[in-house]
């Protein structure tokens, strides 16, 4: 092919976050999405400042981002007697170039796709289309099995696939045959969003509760003339039987079911069971991930995203990663070319450290603290600095940050991923 044309198996935020990147360096690529129609489905997610500054350099703006979530002021833990165990500002306010923001998934999800489709025409996503597996062939191309839901089944052939097809992605299956099952370690979560009025600084991220059972609370937009956001919450339970709670993503749940579990968390600046009771609908899912793989790779395929690297959601970063997976495909395109050479360096340049992130994330990662405080104190104290010392905890989160690739002096540092204009040679 004298043109390359990259195949993008999912239309996650991921998959469309490398197929504008590849339209701003000149590459054709298709998105191939399963679902017929998308909607802005999910709750709240983060998006760190590493992924905030990919997006600013593919023309995302701050308008864009503020139509679907806000910045991120603070980020704080809180034992369940109501003490403050953690608390740093976020984004600017912390002394990044780039805000951190918190934003509704699904909006965020909408605002990529209407953004590729403005600037890559139509036909850059087919809808309907899941990737089932694929084929090398010798002159070097891939062609990629696509089922559709109007029951044809086709072979669409190109430069390059990228595996972007989530947790449960078949490319994946195909290049590692053999992986172990999705791992679960027995923390469920529900999920929900609730109209009530912003707490601490009016847009913080709390996590609150001991380490095997507690609550996320960020509002994922600003608040109207009343005074009210959409509070985005994940309650948290880790149980000791695991296999019979094991369940899909985002099966719709009663608040009754799980609500029993804090009862009592009640403090002066917060009600969790008034939080709880007052959402419109909630789900609940698994906390999963899957075992590191030793490559993402496999000559002219490679894995991005939940595909490559589902982790625990404690750190705020899957989809973060998934952005920065997108932008440095690209930046290995500009030094290799559309070609396998160009998924090799990207394989060498990120598999084994977001590796080592999965495996963090399992030691739950930021709110490792709180296993810190329970294992000294059983989490009952009166002064945070006679169990952990300031300088300890700092340390804690500087460690978490480096490991996740926005440690701020190092971010703030660095050469932009890609440079403006760049092009690969036509």
């Not at 197929?19 to 909607?39: M, N, P, Y």
């Not at 089944?153 to 078949?170: C, F, Q, R, V």
């Not at 500009?334 to 598999?351: E, F, P, S």
């Amino acid at each position: 092919m004298s043109q390359p044309h990259v195949l993008i198996a999912g239309g996650g935020i991921g998959g469309l976050a490398l197929a504008l990147t590849l339209d701003q360096i000149g590459v054709r690529s298709t998105v191939f999405e399963s679902v017929r129609e998308l909607k802005p489905l999910g709750v709240g997610i983060n998006i760190q400042p590493n992924a905030i500054r990919e997006l600013f350099d593919l023309g995302i703006t701050a308008d864009d981002l503020d139509a679907v979530g806000l910045p991120a002021r603070e980020w704080a833990l809180v034992g369940q007697q109501g003490q403050e165990i953690y608390a740093e500002p976020r984004g600017t306010e912390a002394g990044y170039n780039w805000p951190q923001y918190a934003a509704h998934r699904g909006k965020l999800h909408m605002m990529l796709h209407d953004k590729l489709i403005e600037r890559a025409g139509a036909g850059a996503v087919q809808l309907g289309a899941k990737v089932t597996g694929y084929r090398k062939n010798d002159d070097g191309s891939v062609s990629a099995f696509v089922s559709r839901t109007d029951g044809s089944e086709t072979t669409e052939t190109g430069t390059l696939l990228i595996g972007a097809d989530g947790i449960h992605s078949t490319v994946r299956a195909q290049m590692h045959p053999d992986q172990p099952p999705i791992h679960w370690g027995g923390a469920l979560m529900w999920r929900g969003t609730t109209r009530a009025k912003p707490i601490r600084t009016g847009s913080s991220f709390i996590g609150l509760g001991t380490h095997r059972q507690r609550m996320v609370i960020y509002p994922i937009s600003a608040p109207d003339a009343d005074g009210y956001a959409d509070i985005n919450w994940i309650a948290e339970v880790t149980f000791d039987e695991t296999e019979d709670r094991k369940s899909g993503w985002y099966k719709p749940a009663k608040v009754s079911d799980f609500i029993h579990h804090f009862e009592g968390w009640t403090y002066d600046w917060l009600d969790v069971p008034a939080l709880l009771n007052g959402a419109e609908v909630a789900y609940e899912n698994p906390m999963i991930d899957r075992d590191p793989v030793s490559t993402w790779v496999d000559g002219p395929v490679a894995l991005m995203g939940d595909a490559a690297h589902a982790m625990y959601p404690t750190g705020s970063n899957g989809a973060s990663q998934a952005i920065i997976d997108a932008r440095t495909i690209g930046a290995m395109m500009l030094d290799h070319g559309a070609t396998a050479a160009a998924l090799k360096a990207y394989d060498d340049a990120l598999c084994a450290p977001v590796s080592e992130l999965i495996l963090r994330n399992r030691g739950a990662g930021p709110f490792g603290l709180l296993n810190m405080v329970n294992d000294i104190c059983g989490g009952t104290f009166d002064n945070i600095d006679d169990v952990i010392p300031a300088a300890e905890r700092d340390a804690f989160m500087a460690r978490y940050k480096n490991a996740a690739g926005f440690a701020m002096e190092k971010l703030n540092a660095a050469a932009p991923t890609i440079a403006p204009g760049s092009r690969i040679p036509v």
